[in-house]
C-alpha cells in the first residue's frame, strides 16, 4: 500500500515535497516513479528511482527542477519539487515497480497510492 502527501496550493516560483509511503518489508525490492495526472489528460510520466543503485530519471520538463530520492528505511519515496509553474498543476500519484519493464510507462507499475493534488497558482 501507498500512501502520497504533501500536496498543497503554492505560488508559481513556490516549492513542495511529496511524500510516499509504503507498507510492506519490501519496499527496497521495488523502483519507485511519480506520475501525474492533469483534468481531461493522461498519466504524464515525472521521475522515478530505481531499487539498488537510486538511479534517477526525469522527464524533460522538470530536469533540474525536481529531485526524486528514496529513504529506504523509512519506506518512503520523496518527489521536492522546486520553481514550479501553474503547468504542473496536477494530480501526483507515486507507483511501484516490482519488475523489468520501462520506468516511463504507467503500465509497468504495480501498485499504485491515492494521489495527491498540487496546485500552482497565484
Known amino acids: 500500500q501507498l500512501q502520497a502527501s504533501g500536496g498543497g496550493l503554492v505560488q508559481p516560483g513556490g516549492s513542495l515535497r511529496l511524500s510516499c509511503a509504503a507498507s510492506?518489508?519490501?519496499?527496497?525490492?521495488?523502483?519507485m516513479g511519480w506520475f501525474r495526472q492533469a483534468p481531461g489528460k493522461e498519466h504524464e510520466f515525472v521521475a522515478a528511482?530505481?531499487?539498488?543503485?537510486?538511479?534517477?530519471y526525469y522527464v524533460d520538463s522538470v530536469k533540474g527542477l525536481f529531485t526524486i530520492s528514496r529513504d529506504n528505511a523509512k519506506n518512503t519515496v520523496y518527489l521536492q519539487m522546486n520553481s514550479l509553474k501553474p503547468e504542473d498543476t496536477a494530480v501526483y500519484y507515486c507507483?511501484?515497480?516490482?519488475?523489468?519493464?520501462?520506468?516511463?510507462?504507467?503500465?509497468?507499475?504495480?501498485?499504485w497510492g491515492q494521489g495527491t493534488q498540487v496546485t500552482v497558482s497565484s
Open positions: 510492506g518489508r519490501t519496499f527496497s525490492s521495488y523502483d
Open positions: 528511482i530505481s531499487r539498488g543503485n537510486g538511479h534517477a
Open positions: 507507483a511501484a515497480k516490482g519488475t523489468s519493464g520501462t520506468y516511463f510507462r504507467f503500465t509497468s507499475y504495480d501498485y
